[in-house]
């Protein structure tokens, strides 16, 4: 084993969104302590990869993404699911759709009272995603786009580090006539969802600007010289003298000190698969692969859960996306967010618990969403002609799943088993929301552009049943995985692993500052709460640290 001579004070692992936010704050701050960020991909520093205009395409790149897949899914039809997680400088923010949604103010109000924290209050986070946000309003005055988005462009914070941008230069009509189609169906306008209000219908801005996409990487600018960046660096285990973490070990057999803590950020993939190989999780998982007991927790990769999704594709008469195309910033998705009242009084929703019942009713919080995209060829799809597509997610899904060892081999990846459409609140959801997707599409306001007469992948009929078995041959994982390493006040207490202050029960020296500690799963896109995670994890150890004096 080879023992690297250098040490350092703390050691991240991981530099997606989460870990390039703890470690940019951390040696930026006063004492300047001196800090490793590991990452396992490469710098993702070539240009090509960076191009926004491949928002929807990025992830098949196959050195930025692991590449993972579920076990087969009985409620997918044994399908095996697409669980791609980013790989490389930026994480999953390098391959990401890049929506910014700063999630409902009632949630993070929610996950202050979980843990008793008032870091995570509305009014505190959206302090914290102005510090980050460097937002550039594109939004052309006279253009009719004002209608859609009447912020102004200090809504968003205008100088951080992390370049966002409203939708496009260019106002399609088309993204204007499609959100016409939803309103004409009762759906209302949100012009300015930056407020904690994320319900209605939106063009929520992207991280890029001019065309190049902005990952958490963009973090790490001009950090001090006391922020060692090393790639190429896969973490297998951490190291423990007695119960203190001490120590990483690297693929290649390098162990590296870190003389306070070490912080993984690898995602709720990965987090619960390296704390289990370095000794800290369930008891059948640790004697079933003869890993040294560091400290049992029952919970460490249980509790799994995710957004999903199926897509829609119905004819269009013409296709509309010149203008997105040749727009600086593509995009061109009409966003809404929208909340199932029928469903708040239904059977199913008997069925959940107090906890979840409070969580649903909360007023800023969503339960399903729509992406509808502009009517387009698509590439592979030539032969249908343009396309309008429907986006359709489940957003608040009950399924818990799991992520489980594969074999003791750490080079493997994890076994992952999603508990997607298992609860009856989530079929609920699907049909409900399905239902209303093809009724939108049957609204006469749906005629001007598509060709109403024919669609080409969407539910054979309204019926629960043909509904159902759209779901299972078609969902999909929105990549929103989180909850594995779950925080709470105590130890086991509704699955808890970690403290409030991300640290691992059991041991010392070492916390978990990714979605994998979560409890509960975000009505919105994920990679916001993913920086929050960073940020707040970042001042709760430069606190106990005193490193800010
Ligand atoms: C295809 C796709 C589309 C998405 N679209 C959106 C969107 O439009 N909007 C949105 O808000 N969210 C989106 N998300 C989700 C969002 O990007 C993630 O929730 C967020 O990036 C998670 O942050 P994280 O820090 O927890 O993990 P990640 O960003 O995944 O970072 C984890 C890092 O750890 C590294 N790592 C893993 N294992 C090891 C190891 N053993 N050793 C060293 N390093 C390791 C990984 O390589 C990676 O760089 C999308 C995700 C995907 C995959």
Redesign the pocket.
């Given at each position: 084993m080879n023992q690297e001579h250098r040490d350092y004070e703390f050691i991240i692992?991981?530099?997606?969104?989460?870990?390039c936010s703890v470690a940019s704050a951390l040696a930026r701050s006063k004492r300047r302590p001196s800090v490793l960020l590991?990452?396992?991909?490469d710098s993702n520093e070539d240009p090509s990869v960076r191009v926004h205009g491949n928002m929807y395409t990025q992830?098949t790149n196959s050195t930025q993404n692991?590449g993972y897949k579920s076990t087969p899914l009985p409620q997918a039809n044994n399908r095996q699911i697409s669980l791609?997680?980013?790989?490389?400088?930026?994480?999953?923010?390098a391959?990401?759709?890049?929506?910014?949604?700063r999630g409902p103010r009632d949630e993070w109000d929610e996950l202050a009272r979980l843990t008793d924290d008032d870091a995570w209050k509305w009014e505190n986070t959206e302090r914290r995603f102005g510090q980050i946000e460097g937002y550039r309003h594109l939004i052309e005055p006279g253009t009719g786009a004002e209608r859609y988005c009447t912020h102004g462009p200090d809504a968003y914070g205008t100088s951080g580090p992390l370049r966002l941008c409203s939708q496009s230069t260019k106002w399609s009509g088309d993204l204007a006539e499609t959100t016409d189609v939803w309103e004409s169906c009762g759906y209302p306008m949100n012009t300015d969802s930056s407020t904690g209000n994320p319900i209605g219908l939106q063009v929520c801005p992207l991280t890029g600007h001019l065309g190049t996409r902005s990952t958490?990487a963009d973090l790490l600018r001009d950090a001090p010289g006391n922020l060692y960046v090393r790639t190429d660096?896969?973490?297998?285990q951490v190291m423990f003298e007695d119960s203190r973490a001490s120590a990483v070990k690297l693929a290649n057999g390098t162990t590296i000190t870190a003389t306070k803590e070490i912080i993984l950020?690898?995602?709720?993939l990965?987090t619960p698969k390296?704390l289990m190989q370095s000794g800290i999780g369930p008891a059948e998982q640790l004697s079933k692969f003869r890993i040294s007991v560091v400290h049992y927790n029952e919970h460490i990769g249980r509790n799994l859960r995710d957004h999903y999704y199926v897509l829609m594709l119905f004819a269009a008469r013409e296709d509309a996306s010149e203008a997105l195309h040749n727009a600086p910033a593509t995009g061109g998705a009409a966003m809404g967010f929208f909340k199932d009242e029928g469903a708040l009084s239904s059977s199913e929703f008997q069925t959940l618990t107090d906890k979840e019942r409070g969580r649903l009713g909360l007023p800023t919080g969503p339960t399903w969403e729509i992406a509808h995209d502009g009517a387009r060829v698509r590439p592979g799809l030539e032969h249908m002609g343009p396309t309008s597509q429907i986006t359709l997610f489940i957003l608040n899904s009950q399924g818990l799943g799991d992520v489980k060892l594969r074999s003791a081999n750490p080079s493997e990846p994890p076994l992952v088993q999603p508990g997607f459409l298992e609860h009856p609140w989530d079929k609920r959801i699907a049909v409900d929301s399905t239902r209303e997707c093809l009724r939108v599409m049957e609204h006469p306001a749906s005629s001007k552009r598509r060709d109403r007469s024919i669609a080409h992948i969407c539910p054979k009929s309204s019926s629960e049943e043909d509904i159902l078995e759209f779901w299972r041959d078609n969902l999909t994982s929105?990549?929103?995985m989180m909850g594995t390493c779950k925080m709470g006040r105590v130890e086991g207490q509704d699955g808890a692993c970690a403290d409030t202050a991300f640290k691992v029960f059991g041991v010392q020296g070492l916390r978990v500052a990714?979605?994998s500690v979560l409890p509960l799963l975000p009505s919105v896109?994920?990679?916001?709460y993913?920086y929050q995670i960073?940020m707040i994890a970042a001042e709760k150890i430069i606190s106990d640290y005193g490193l800010s004096t």
């Amino acid at each position: 084993m080879n023992q690297e001579h250098r040490d350092y004070e703390f050691i991240i692992v991981g530099a997606g969104a989460s870990g390039c936010s703890v470690a940019s704050a951390l040696a930026r701050s006063k004492r300047r302590p001196s800090v490793l960020l590991l990452e396992a991909g490469d710098s993702n520093e070539d240009p090509s990869v960076r191009v926004h205009g491949n928002m929807y395409t990025q992830n098949t790149n196959s050195t930025q993404n692991w590449g993972y897949k579920s076990t087969p899914l009985p409620q997918a039809n044994n399908r095996q699911i697409s669980l791609d997680r980013g790989k490389g400088l930026g994480g999953s923010t390098a391959i990401n759709f890049t929506f910014w949604t700063r999630g409902p103010r009632d949630e993070w109000d929610e996950l202050a009272r979980l843990t008793d924290d008032d870091a995570w209050k509305w009014e505190n986070t959206e302090r914290r995603f102005g510090q980050i946000e460097g937002y550039r309003h594109l939004i052309e005055p006279g253009t009719g786009a004002e209608r859609y988005c009447t912020h102004g462009p200090d809504a968003y914070g205008t100088s951080g580090p992390l370049r966002l941008c409203s939708q496009s230069t260019k106002w399609s009509g088309d993204l204007a006539e499609t959100t016409d189609v939803w309103e004409s169906c009762g759906y209302p306008m949100n012009t300015d969802s930056s407020t904690g209000n994320p319900i209605g219908l939106q063009v929520c801005p992207l991280t890029g600007h001019l065309g190049t996409r902005s990952t958490a990487a963009d973090l790490l600018r001009d950090a001090p010289g006391n922020l060692y960046v090393r790639t190429d660096s896969i973490v297998h285990q951490v190291m423990f003298e007695d119960s203190r973490a001490s120590a990483v070990k690297l693929a290649n057999g390098t162990t590296i000190t870190a003389t306070k803590e070490i912080i993984l950020c690898i995602g709720a993939l990965d987090t619960p698969k390296i704390l289990m190989q370095s000794g800290i999780g369930p008891a059948e998982q640790l004697s079933k692969f003869r890993i040294s007991v560091v400290h049992y927790n029952e919970h460490i990769g249980r509790n799994l859960r995710d957004h999903y999704y199926v897509l829609m594709l119905f004819a269009a008469r013409e296709d509309a996306s010149e203008a997105l195309h040749n727009a600086p910033a593509t995009g061109g998705a009409a966003m809404g967010f929208f909340k199932d009242e029928g469903a708040l009084s239904s059977s199913e929703f008997q069925t959940l618990t107090d906890k979840e019942r409070g969580r649903l009713g909360l007023p800023t919080g969503p339960t399903w969403e729509i992406a509808h995209d502009g009517a387009r060829v698509r590439p592979g799809l030539e032969h249908m002609g343009p396309t309008s597509q429907i986006t359709l997610f489940i957003l608040n899904s009950q399924g818990l799943g799991d992520v489980k060892l594969r074999s003791a081999n750490p080079s493997e990846p994890p076994l992952v088993q999603p508990g997607f459409l298992e609860h009856p609140w989530d079929k609920r959801i699907a049909v409900d929301s399905t239902r209303e997707c093809l009724r939108v599409m049957e609204h006469p306001a749906s005629s001007k552009r598509r060709d109403r007469s024919i669609a080409h992948i969407c539910p054979k009929s309204s019926s629960e049943e043909d509904i159902l078995e759209f779901w299972r041959d078609n969902l999909t994982s929105t990549w929103h995985m989180m909850g594995t390493c779950k925080m709470g006040r105590v130890e086991g207490q509704d699955g808890a692993c970690a403290d409030t202050a991300f640290k691992v029960f059991g041991v010392q020296g070492l916390r978990v500052a990714d979605l994998s500690v979560l409890p509960l799963l975000p009505s919105v896109h994920t990679q916001t709460y993913a920086y929050q995670i960073g940020m707040i994890a970042a001042e709760k150890i430069i606190s106990d640290y005193g490193l800010s004096t």
